[in-house]
């Protein structure tokens, strides 16, 4: 059990707002996560907690105001699965997709990893949470798992499957005399104070000759004296010791059954609709549309319902609000840019599969202009209605522009106030459509060089490298060394106006244009590989490169980073190779930088300094590559994940943009753009914070 203190989350959210007008200090972090898929909620006296895909926020009753609870915030976890809200014990329990479980009380947090750490094989998902007395009853995918509410530990363990196997239990209630448990192979009941509950022969399971059906049971429920079941799409009711049907909705499938103060709530997901339907102590039943709604609970005279398609939905009897925080529309981030003049952010959520094949992502794009998340995809948007999979974004420095690259249809030219003002296709541009997938124009990256010429990356083009010139005129390059399917990535341009590109799988290429962009005659070439004098890369797994402010080429690979330091010379007689940086360790080991992560990000801040996105977390080196300076993980940050799919720095005031699989987040460095002042770090995942650690391993197993 670990408890964080009340000075601890004070501190912590103060230090996690949301309100980009409000610059985060050294050291600080914020998400910028998607709050709409939301999947649980949960009624305290003051305020509504819904559970999303990610994380969870609370809407105050009073106000409306709305807060946030991530892992900045000091929640032990992402990926939020149950929000359960006990009033007698004024707690909030946060139960997340892996088991991990937050209580949140008198300003603390206290983790329960008893779960997530035990060694259970099969299923050990927690699908739903009872309180009754001074106890959790945790409905898990092998038993029943009871939390001490006072103590804040395991107490026991009931494994009530045949001969005391593994049992999912989907929900409970209690009658006052019996615990009911709906599991997935029928209706179970166990005496509450039956002290041998451990055993599983202590638990009565319902038959036909109850009323009851062995099936998979979604819940159970006491509501008005009596007790609840769903199958299906139907409601069982006991009376009299019978079970029998109380209602039938066919092609409405109840997902989830919640008893209120004066209603029954049935959240309703089928082949036939999606419904909340309540039913009152009278017997008189309602309903309300909602687009997916994973759960609904009763609070006052309001319905609340958690929905996957439209977040937190507040229904009354005459009109409904919405509510949910700003931010992207999903958690998919593949590539990021950040202008560092208006601090607006520009998010590519698409992506490319091993093969660099298409994986069909339909979000669009979504931008963060004036503080405000907008998405553009193919509801909302016409012009993106046939694109899939927008992979890269860059931002112009002259206008302040974005253009976003896709594999489908080319790429887009966007403004912030007006939208997409521009498309380019094979139509109109020196673009062309994939040798192979002529239909198909793909853009890989954009970047703009010194001069203010767009580049592209036309990826698999018989002219892979295309240019819009200052003067608007489209040309294209079909480079004279082999390239495998034409395929290029990503690019950046040294000081000598020489272009680099990545060839996935296969190395480096140089383009040398010569004095005159359109003279082709003039050009040059090459490709650097490994081995000494034809590049000497550690691998050809090369996955990006950047440009420092000394005008050194910086290569991240699948075998860490390598340097060119002297770009100009690529072409000479004797051209000099890639050098790795070599590490050595206080324990006298000397190995290469980054050795043996894969090296996916570089970007270089303010001070010259190293930024790199890998697969192990993100790490910040010294300017020339010697010296760790930090190595944020999802084990000492609040990265939601280690896995790391994009980076950039905005130098003005040297917030790093972090894209994880799981969802943005930002840092606050200590350098911006023409900043030489390097300060100490004193940022760990918990700031001021005791921690206190108390295991306690799963009783009765």
Known sequence: MRKITLFTITLLLAIATQAISQPLTIGQWKTELPYRNAIGVTASDNKIYCATELTVYSVDKSDNSMEELTTVTGLSDIQSSIVAFSKPH??????????????????????ISDIERKSIVGDKSIYSVFFYGDYAYL????????????????????????????LQVNGMTCDGT????????GILRGKLDDPTLVDFRS???????????????????????????????TLFKLENSIWSTDMVRNGYGIRKIEAGATKLVLSQIGSAGTRVMTINKEGVM????????????????????????????????????????????TASVFDLAVNASTHNLYVAPGGYNASYGFVYNRSGFFTRIDDEWSSYDVNNTPILKDSFDIVCVTVNPTDGRAYFGSLWLGMFDFDDSLGIVNQYTSENSSLTGANGDIARVKVTDIAFDRFGNMWAANFGSLTPICVKTVDNTWLSFEPTVPIDQQWVLQMAFDQYDQVWFVLPRQGILVFNYGTDLENKLDDQYKKLVTGPGSGNLPSQGVNCLTTDKDGNIWVGTDKGVTTFYCPGDVFSEFPCDAQQIVISSDDGYNGYLLGTENVKRIVIDGANRKWFGTDNGVWLFSEDGTEEILHFTTENSPLMSDYITALDIDNSTGEVYIGTEKGILVYRGDATGGSVKIVS?????????????????????
Request: proline fraction near 5%.
């Open 90 to 111: 004024n707690l909030l329990l946060i139960c997340y997709l892996n088991s991990n479980i937050d209580i949140l009380k008198d300003g603390q947090i206290i983790n």
């Open 139 to 166: 409905c898990c995918g092998f038993g029943v798992v009871l939390l001490d509410l006072v103590k804040f530990e395991i107490k026991d363990t009931y494994y009530i499957g045949v001969n005391g196997a593994n």
């Open 178 to 185: 019996y615990l009911y448990a709906a599991t997935v192979s």
């Open 203 to 233: 638990w009565y399971t319902y038959v036909p000759a109850d009323g009851l059906n062995i099936g998979n049971y979604s819940g159970v429920s006491f509501f008005n004296n009596f007790v609840y079941a769903t199958r299906g799409d």
């Open 286 to 329: 309602d309903s309300v549309y909602s687009g997916q709604p994973y759960q609904a609970i009763e609070d006052g005279n309001a319905i609340w319902i958690a929905d996957l398609y439209e977040g937190l939905k507040k229904s009354m009897p005459d009109y409904y609000e919405i509510f949910y925080p700003n931010g992207p529309s």
């Open 681 to 701: 770090h004193w940022f760990i995942r918990i700031l001021c914070v005791k921690i206190i650690q108390d295991p306690s391993p799963l009783a009765g197993s």
